[in-house]
């Protein structure tokens, strides 16, 4: 009895311990083929950029190709939805990012919940907007665009790449949070937004720093501020919106995601190459040149964060009432 009693134990141990021991070999042997991750956005963008630069890394680290694909449309929900319903095996991945976080409110209904369907890797980065004005808007500082806005209540138009683009809500917040009265003029995309703000058709724009760099060094658009909490380092010079509107913070974020039920292991392992990669001077240095700030740290960490973005920019949907485009 003793004998058959011990042995039923062993064996029920041995069950319990099999499917850890198997995940730990599949972590192990991880990634043994080619690694996919979508990006929701043309090439060429930040979040293109940054997913490629993290590609590059883990092939050199992981010994296989991650590859990236560029699946547009929906505002990044074509891609969020195609990983949320790709096998749960670590070899599609998603770069994640503010747009997912609006997303989750400006559609009424998604093919995916985001915080069911996708599991965060790692944060990676946050890039700044900036408050951009066309050189003829008679303001240098925030503070003087507030009482020129206020002055002339409908006058002035803000551009955007889009309703319900992290510029557009951008917008909205400082909006919301200094009550200027300011037209919201939506464009197909970030370009024809910059070439009428640069012709005066429209004065001002909040949009990615990285699109709007070498249009502020030329002189060609004056920038006010910065959306993000620290002053940037490309622009160190040019404040936080924040200093004059306390509170105030609006960033574009990026981070990679797998589909819910990727294995713990894989996701802790892609996790500490990304914080690594973060670490590295020379990775850190091409972020900083696109005007971010890393933002390394465990996966639950940036699970919190996500939700946090969520409900953040849940609010500022309500108040503006912005539909998809």
Known sequence: ?????????????GSVALPA????????????????ILVGF????????????????????????????NRPGAGGNVAAEAVARATADGYTLLAIGSPNAINA??????????????????STVVLPNVMQVNPSVPAATVPEFIAYAKANPGALSVASAGNGTSGHLSGELFKSMTGVTLVHVPYRGGPPALTDLMSGQVQLMFDALANS??????????????????RTPVL?????????VPGYEASLWNGLG?????????????NTEINAALEDPKIKARLTALGGTVLPGADDDFEKFIIQEINKWAQVLKFSGAKPS
């Open 258 to 270: 797998a589909p819910k039920g990727t294995p713990a292991e894989i996701v802790h392992k892609l």
């Open 105 to 122: 409110s400006l559609y009424g209904k998604l093919g995916y919940d985001f915080v069911r369907d996708i599991a965060p890797i790692a």
């Open 21 to 36: 021991m198997s995940r730990l070999a599949l972590a192990q042997a991880y990634p043994a083929q080619a690694v996919r």
């Open 1 to 13: 009895m003793d004998f058959c009693r011990r042995r039923f134990l062993q064996l029920a141990a």
């Open 213 to 230: 760099l070498e249009l502020i060094k030329s002189g060609r658009l004056r920038a006010l501020a910065v959306t993000t909490t620290n």
């Open 236 to 244: 160190p010079d040019v404040p936080t919106v924040g200093e004059f």
């Open 42 to 69: 043309p090439a060429g963008g930040v979040f293109d950029v940054v997913a490629r630069i993290l590609a590059d890394w883990l092939s050199l680290r992981l010994g296989q190709p991650f590859i990236v694909e």
